[in-house]
Antibody, heavy 123, light 110 residues
Framework: EVQLLESGGGLVQPGGSLRLSCAASGFTFSNYALSWVRQAPGKGLEWVSGISYSGGSIHFADSVKGRFTISRDNSKNKLYLQMISLRAEDTAVYYC????????????????WGQGTTVTVSS | QSVLTQPPSASGTPGQRVTISCSGSSSNIGSDYVYWYQQLPGTAPKLLIYTNNQRPSGVPDRFSGSKSGTSASLAISGLRSEDEADYYCATWDDSLGVWVFGGGTKLTVL
């Protein structure tokens, strides 16, 4: 069974840092691009970042550019999101999602989603 | 304000057919595939429709998608109580260089 399992969420003060992880199983991890999508409380979905199958291509939403970093370890089947300079507006459930193929861009939407991990930025 | 526009709510009675619209522009829906996601209360989004009108295995054929120009639609026929959920459309925006989502439509089964 294809599965994604996020971890690393929690309560952090404004300006703080957090690293989210996503452990994958049930598919050939290194063949697929991956994305992070977040959902603020009571709000809709927002794509945050994507990384290609090899990690050679990455992209971020303007709202997190310069503060978030995405990476992957294909030997461990893991995806990461390093978040720094966190703001209250970063409070959300963060989902890890698999893209349909090797790229996160046009034509390759997200098919499998994890259950999410909650990040709360508050003093 | 979402890049893609969806009605905030929709409703129907069991057995009815309902449609949910998603409106965009030439830089997103007009030039890329549309995806639809179902989010049941308290759960992660689930892929319902990909590349405009394809259903993943396991998704009932009661769900169908279509696209015309810069708009797309999700149709649900034979409405059931378990269809009560939030529905989101999504596509890649060539101008913004990001995936964009509609604001979501809350479907209520009366």
């Amino acid at each position: 069974e294809v599965q994604l399992l996020e971890s690393g969420g929690g309560l952090v003060q404004p300006g703080g840092s957090l690293r989210l992880s996503c452990a994958a199983s049930g598919f050939t991890f290194s063949n697929y691009a991956l994305s992070w999508v977040r959902q603020a409380p009571g709000k809709g979905l927002e794509w945050v970042s994507g990384i290609s199958y090899s990690g050679g291509s990455i992209h971020f939403a303007d709202s997190v550019k310069g503060r978030f970093t995405i990476s992957r370890d294909n030997s461990k089947n893991k995806l990461y999101l390093q978040m720094i300079s966190l703001r209250a507006e970063d409070t959300a459930v963060y989902y890890c999602a698999r893209n349909l193929a090797y790229s996160y861009g046009s034509n390759y939407g997200m098919d499998v989603w994890g259950q999410g991990t909650t990040v709360t930025v508050s003093s | 304000q979402s890049v893609l526009t969806q009605p905030p709510s929709a409703s129907g009675t069991p057995g009815q057919r309902v449609t949910i619209s998603c409106s965009g522009s030439s830089s997103n829906i007009g030039s890329d595939y549309v995806y639809w996601y179902q989010q049941l209360p308290g759960t992660a989004p689930k892929l319902l429709i990909y590349t405009n009108n394809q259903r993943p295995s396991g998704v009932p054929d009661r769900f169908s998608g279509s696209k015309s120009g810069t708009s797309a639609s999700l149709a649900i026929s034979g409405l059931r109580s378990e269809d009560e959920a939030d529905y989101y459309c999504a596509t890649w925006d060539d101008s913004l260089g990001v995936w964009v989502f509609g604001g979501g439509t809350k479907l209520t089964v009366l």
